[in-house]
């Protein structure tokens, strides 16, 4: 019986752990749950009924050549009065106008399967939605969806938005033989530095909100700007139960991927690329949606790439819906202006995120928020953990309150100054807030700047912790109109400059912050006639540089 027991114990606990394995294997996503910081209903793969038709069987060609819009759109059809279930996309080139979402349908791409939207700009009618958070028109969406349930793309293939015929370019952006080769294909050039695919483009960009056009009341006048609408390449709005997975997803005329006002959104697993230089070429921007996982992806894009959003300005304010509940886990980001970024548009709110083992390789800015006067909205909530970071072209964590439209590495590029010391403004509904946000274990090598969190001095970012972070940089953090501040275990090693630079800043609390600097700069610098309360612990008070001006009473060092 001695032998036995210690046997059949060993069984009993085999047993124990296989019966919790097939539990747990029964949802694939039930770890990103276990110490979520916040209450967050279960996010379940839609499911399909058990039938499945061919783009092949309703007259589909995949030779690249043949236009397939009526077949997508007649197996759509057919497949949605059978009750739904999954189109099938076969290995081939499969050439087509715009593809319409309908209900209960898994569009699969089988292992070799290219979509391939056309470029011709007369198949894409013009259609109410939003973009850049503001309610407006543009041109349909190559794949798009309104007011759906349980709808789904997968697979191993691609997908592919012919986003040249729509994109302008920027000269500085691309080598002098791609700027002359496109350049010579026609269109319209703006400055010498700015090029449209055609004149009428090039016009209504001038007279528009960043991407947006204004103040247009009659069919004429939509029709006139026609080329400047360029679409997003997935466009889901107000959509239940979305799932992506596998796919990819490249070079879109706009955004590539826009879940708008959608509940339960799975993203896993898929490749997003668009060219470095092209313009909003975005990956996935998430607007106003509830319940949402993105995980296991990759993303090389021409601008930001993980994106929240919640609608811009008073469009913003007025629909009122946050995007609230997200989680976002081993992603990886190579190209693009932000890795993990919240704004511009976030009037409606964003709320209770989490950010969790995630890199990013070469991105303009890692962890990015931004927005500015005018925007409204608030933002907390938001966790952050386990992100590591390489060659980073400007601040490794970002929050930006005076954005205006370029990305950080433009800005610089410009010459463009930083807001100091400006006067505060009355706070109103349009005041935007940034508060409740934690991050811990982080590591970048090779920034340009550890870290910048520029608020408004009417409005301070406030309760901002960051905890365990190791960060080389030619600079060091520089922290403005901040307030509730703190730092736990957190080195800064800047080739110049001190690693830690605070100006207006209220009630910032240090304990073990470090740096490696053996050309006797100071490791903490203060400035500015509203910093007080910096309470440092470990800091000896040599190593703090106090500007004229400041009030070194308010400065605290313990042992």
């Known amino acids: 019986m001695k032998k036995i027991f210690p046997i059949l114990l060993v069984m009993t606990l085999l047993i124990s752990c296989r019966e919790h394995t097939q539990v747990n294997s029964g949802y694939p996503y039930a770890y990103l749950y276990e110490e979520l910081p916040f209450d967050m209903p ?20 995949p030779d690249g050549i043949t236009l397939n819009t009526k077949a997508f759109d007649d197996a759509m059809q057919a497949l949605s009065g059978m009750g739904g279930g999954t189109l099938v996309v076969p290995k081939g080139i499969w050439f087509t106008g715009p593809i319409v979402f309908r209900s209960n349908i898994n569009l699969h791409l089988e292992k070799g399967a290219l979509i391939l939207f056309s470029p011709d ?20 969406s190559p794949i798009s969806g309104r007011n759906l349930e349980n709808i789904a793309i997968t697979g191993e293939g691609s997908i592919n938005g012919s986003g040249e015929a729509w994109r302008p ?23 010498d530095n700015y090029w449209f695919p055609s004149a009428a483009a090039m016009e209504a960009h001038q007279r528009s909100d960043m991407n947006v056009p204004r103040a247009l009341t009659t069919e004429e006048e939509w029709m ?9 390449m997935v466009s889901f709005i107000e ?47 998430l607007e106003s949606c509830v319940n949402s996982i993105i995980v296991n992806s990759i993303f090389d894009v021409g601008d930001d790439a993980i994106c929240i959003k919640s609608g811009k300005d008073e469009d913003g304010r007025r629909r009122g819906r946050p995007t609230v509940n997200l989680i976002v886990d081993n992603c990886k980001v190579f190209h693009g202006h932000g890795g993990f970024i919240v704004g511009s548009e976030m009037s409606g709110g964003v709320r209770n995120i989490s950010v969790s083992n995630c890199q990013f390789l070469g991105t303009d800015v890692g962890l990015r928020f931004k927005s500015n006067r005018g925007r409204g909205g608030v933002v907390e909530n938001i966790h952050i953990s386990d992100i590591y970071m390489f060659n980073i072209t400007t601040d490794s ?43 811990r274990d982080l590591v970048s090598r090779n920034a340009r700047r550890a870290l910048f969190f520029n608020g408004l001095p009417e409005m301070n970012i406030e309760n901002i912790h960051l905890e365990n972070a190791f960060i080389t940089a030619r600079y060091g953090a520089e922290l403005s109109e901040s307030k509730e501040i703190t730092f736990n275990n957190v080195t800064v090693i800047p080739e110049e400059g001190p690693a830690y630079m ?21 490791l903490v610098e203060i400035t500015g006639e ?30």
């Open 530 to 559: 509203r910093s007080e309360a910096v309470r440092l612990t470990g800091v000896p008070r040599e190593q703090v540089e106090i500007a004229s001006g400041a009030d070194s009473s308010e400065v605290v060092c313990l042992n």
């Open 42 to 61: 279960r996010v379940e793969i839609p499911t399909f009924p058990d039938q499945q038709v061919s783009v092949a069987d309703f007259g589909g060609k």
């Open 224 to 232: 006139e700007v026609r080329d400047f609408l360029r679409p997003v």
């Open 239 to 285: 959509c239940k139960n979305v799932y992506l997975q596998g796919v990819l997803f490249e070079n879109s005329p706009a955004w590539n991927i826009h879940p708008l006002m959608c509940e339960n959104v799975i993203v896993d697993g898929i490749l997003v690329r668009n060219p470095s230089y092209s313009q909003n070429g975005d990956g996935i921007d």
């Open 502 to 522: 605070l100006h207006n800043v209220k009630q910032f609390t240090a304990d073990g912050i470090f740096s490696d600097d053996e050309k006797g700069n100071p």
């Open 397 to 439: 964590f970002l929050f930006d309150l005076y954005y205006g439209g370029k990305s950080a590495s433009e800005s610089l590029a410009d010459g463009d100054t930083t807001p100091v010391d400006q006067p505060p403004f009355p706070v109103s509904e349009e005041t935007p807030v940034f508060r409740n946000i934690y991050v």
């Open 169 to 191: 370019l920027k000269k500085e952006k691309v080598t002098e033989a791609h700027w002359r080769k496109v350049v010579g294909s026609g269109g319209a050039v703006l400055n």
């Open 121 to 140: 700009k007369d198949l894409y009618p013009l259609v109410e939605t939003v973009f850049e958070g503001l309610d407006t028109r543009r041109c349909q």
